[in-house]
């Protein structure tokens, strides 16, 4: 007969902590196994730098030690504002093996919304790349911050600004031995902040079980391996990136080739130069590389594996794809920020025969449909599209009522629509809570709307996504002015310029008499949609 035992088991503290560190499998845990397996394989690219994994390990631990060294402790925050670098993947290692909290801040925010992230999360710890140094001493400025860590990538190869640390001294310098911290597998290690219907963002907590997990659905049903040589140019702040693909091919030991950004000429000359054979990319930068004259010149002839997601591939860019890349194997992948990020995949040998589809359910998770009332709805019907999984994130950072509406009945909801059908394959209809995918990025309706509504003169605002051939989605506002006031296009433009980051901004502003509505006053947006979708035409 099976006895049940209580997590203690009648040991004493220090048998505990033996048979914890015995089992600790965490995040950082990750790396220094892979430099152990294939110390010598190639790890990471980044410009000039190639470096092994026993290398990469090294400099991780001398990174975690500096940290260590200026006070910072497990459980602390640690933002990090840059675009993609080897610093920036240290770093991610470094926080990890330390147990310190990493925040990825998004390097296309304002002062004010990265003021906000530093005080909602409790930072004591801020890098920045040395372009984005004046950007942060505003955002310091206006924050409550008042941490004693603050280290500066030099990208530009420049000194690093007064009262900022180089954060190279803390890669190439010091103790390499491992920092030897015991961490949980339910310890958070990672604070990303996402934008839902609120005006504010949400900081979602990531533990090493929720990545791991994760990390797992996306290395076997997506197909990858440690012979992949994938390049990140997809911003790392952004968990897609980090965490669908750069943490995977760590875990798996495959080698990265990081680029700062996405430009389509630099991409295709590094996947000829590196021979790289995997590549992720939403649909707008696919269409980019598609559209780059350079793109019929380059040797692609090793890519292999390409992976999308953050919004449907049109049908008809699938096709050229295929037909400009026989050799690729394409898959979907869907999911949030809470679910580590990935949920569903649809794999290459579905890409058109399912188009559209957001495939099935990853290894590690369950999906369904439900109405309001949570009740499944049966195959063909929308609902909303709830996911139960070791992906999901452990909440929401210091806001238990979110938390609780999101998990209610053990299950995390997406806030998305969709349907499934009888063999489980989900489609997405609808955003729930007004999101809008833009070139990859989330935008909340509802932030974008009260940042016009401090306009003078607005009566009513509604924003919302149209489709667009670039980015897929554009950001589009329809504004009703009060009585007697004339408000023009341009100056909602200018209004939110000073107050939103680029990528939030509407690309369309229509002035109306009114907005339509239903019975009980709410405003369809579903309407307007429909009656906006062709201001993107001239652009086709």
Not at 285 to 293: E, K
Request: proline share 6%.
């Amino acid at each position: 007969m099976l006895r049940l035992m209580d997590d203690s088991a009648g040991f004493t503290p220090g048998t505990e902590q033996a048979v914890a560190r015995a089992r600790q499998h965490s995040v950082g845990d990750l790396l220094r196994r892979t430099a152990l397996r294939d110390p010598d394989r190639l790890a990471v690219v980044s410009g000039e730098r190639r470096v092994t994994y026993a290398q990469f390990d090294a400099s991780v631990n001398r990174a975690a030690h500096a940290l260590a060294d200026r006070g910072l402790v497990k459980g602390d925050r640690l933002a990090l504002l840059s675009h993609n670098s080897w610093q920036y993947a240290v770093l991610v290692f470094a926080t990890a093996k330390l147990g310190v909290v990493l925040v990825p801040v998004n390097f296309m925010l304002g002062p004010d919304e990265i003021a906000f992230l530093l005080d909602h999360s409790g930072a004591t710890g801020l890098v920045v790349e040395d372009a984005l140094v004046p950007t942060a001493e505003l955002a310091l400025t206006a924050a409550r911050f008042d941490g004693h860590v603050r280290g500066c990538i030099r990208a530009s190869g420049a000194q690093a600004a007064p009262g900022w640390e180089d954060v190279d001294a803390w890669i190439d310098e010091g103790d390499a031995s491992d920092p030897g911290v015991l961490v949980a597998d339910d310890d958070p290690l990672r604070l990303m902040y996402t934008s839902g219907t609120e005006s504010r963002p949400k900081g979602v907590m990531l533990s090493s079980r929720s990545l791991i997990a994760q990390y797992v659905s996306c290395a076997l049903d997506g197909g990858m391996s440690g012979d992949d040589v994938e390049v990140h140019a997809l911003p790392m702040y952004h968990c897609a990136q980090l965490d669908c693909f750069f943490s995977v091919d760590v875990y798996l030991g495959a080698t990265s080739i990081i680029l700062p950004s996405p430009e389509p000429t630099a991409l295709l000359a590094t996947i000829e130069r590196e021979r790289v054979t995997k590549l992720f990319c939403p649909p707008t930068v696919w269409i980019s590389l598609l559209r780059s004259p350079d793109f019929d010149t380059r040797d692609l002839s090793s890519l292999r594996k390409g992976y999308y997601g953050a919004s449907p591939m049109p049908v008809e860019v699938l096709r050229e794809l295929q037909r400009r890349l026989p050799d690729v194997r394409l898959w979907n992948f869907y999911g949030q920020t809470e679910m580590s990020p990935l949920a569903t995949i649809l794999p290459p040998q579905d890409q058109l025969s399912r188009a559209g589809s957001a495939g099935r359910a990853a290894l590690n998770v369950e999906t369904r449909c439900v109405d309001d009332d949570d009740q499944i709805v049966p195959p063909g019907q929308v609902g909303e599209i709830v996911h139960r999984s070791p992906h999901a994130a452990l909440g929401y950072y210091a806001d238990e009522e979110k938390t609780a509406a999101a998990f209610r009945g053990g299950w995390f909801h997406s806030g998305d629509l969709g349907v499934m059908t009888e063999d489980g394959y989900l489609s997405v209809v609808d955003r729930k809570k007004d999101m809008i995918k833009t070139g990859g990025e989330n935008v909340a309706s509802r932030e974008v709307e009260e940042a016009i509504y401090l306009l003078d003169g607005v009566a009513e605002v509604a924003v919302f996504g149209i489709d667009h051939p670039h980015w897929i989605e554009a950001v589009t506002a329809v504004v009703v002015p009060k009585p007697g006031v004339t408000i023009i296009p341009d100056a909602v433009h200018a209004h939110v310029r000073e107050r939103l980051a680029g990528y939030k901004r509407p690309k369309y502003v229509v002035v109306a008499d009114s907005l339509p509505k239903n019975p009980s006053g709410k405003i369809l947006k579903r309407e307007l949609r429909e009656r906006h979708a062709t201001l993107a035409a001239d652009e086709q």
